[in-house]
Nanobody, 121 residues
Framework: QVQLVESGGGLVQPGGSLRLSCAGS????????MGWYRQAPGKQRELVAT???????NYADSVKGRFTISRDNAKNTVYLQMNSLKPEDTAVYYC???????????????WGQGTQVTVSS
C-alpha cells in the first residue's frame, strides 16, 4: 500500500503561482511513476504531468511551459510548481502513484484525496 497526501492548494489570482506537494508513505516511493491529475467541475479527470522513476517528465499541452513536476525520493515527495496560473486551471488536483514492472506492465495504482486550486480575481 502507498498512502498519498496532497497539500499546497488554495486561492490565487490569475498570473500567480502555487506549489503543490504530495507526500507518500508505505512502499518504496522511488519505484513508482508519479503524476498529477486534475478534475474541474463537470469535467473528466485529466492528466497534468507525470515523472518516471528515471525522472523523465511529461506534460499536458495546456500546462507546458507553466508547470513543472519534480520528485525528491529522499523525502518521498513529488511537487508540482504552477506558474502563470489561469482561471481554467481551477480544479481539484490529485496525486497518483503507479508501478510499472521491468516489462512496462502497469501494476499497483494509488491516489491521494485531492487538493483544491482556485484561480480567480
Amino acid at each position: 500500500q502507498v498512502q498519498l497526501v496532497e497539500s499546497g492548494g488554495g486561492l490565487v489570482q490569475p498570473g500567480g503561482s502555487l506549489r503543490l506537494s504530495c507526500a507518500g508513505s508505505g512502499k518504496i516511493f522511488s519505484i513508482y511513476t508519479m503524476g498529477w491529475y486534475r478534475q474541474a467541475p463537470g469535467k473528466q479527470r485529466e492528466l497534468v504531468a507525470t515523472i518516471t522513476t528515471g525522472r523523465r517528465t511529461n506534460y499536458a499541452d495546456s500546462v507546458k511551459g507553466r508547470f513543472t513536476i519534480s520528485r525528491d525520493n529522499a523525502k518521498n515527495t513529488v511537487y508540482l510548481q504552477m506558474n502563470s496560473l489561469k482561471p481554467e486551471d481551477t480544479a481539484v488536483y490529485y496525486c497518483n502513484a503507479v508501478y510499472y514492472n521491468d516489462y512496462g506492465v502497469r501494476g499497483d495504482d494509488y491516489w491521494g484525496q485531492g487538493t483544491q486550486v482556485t484561480v480567480s480575481s
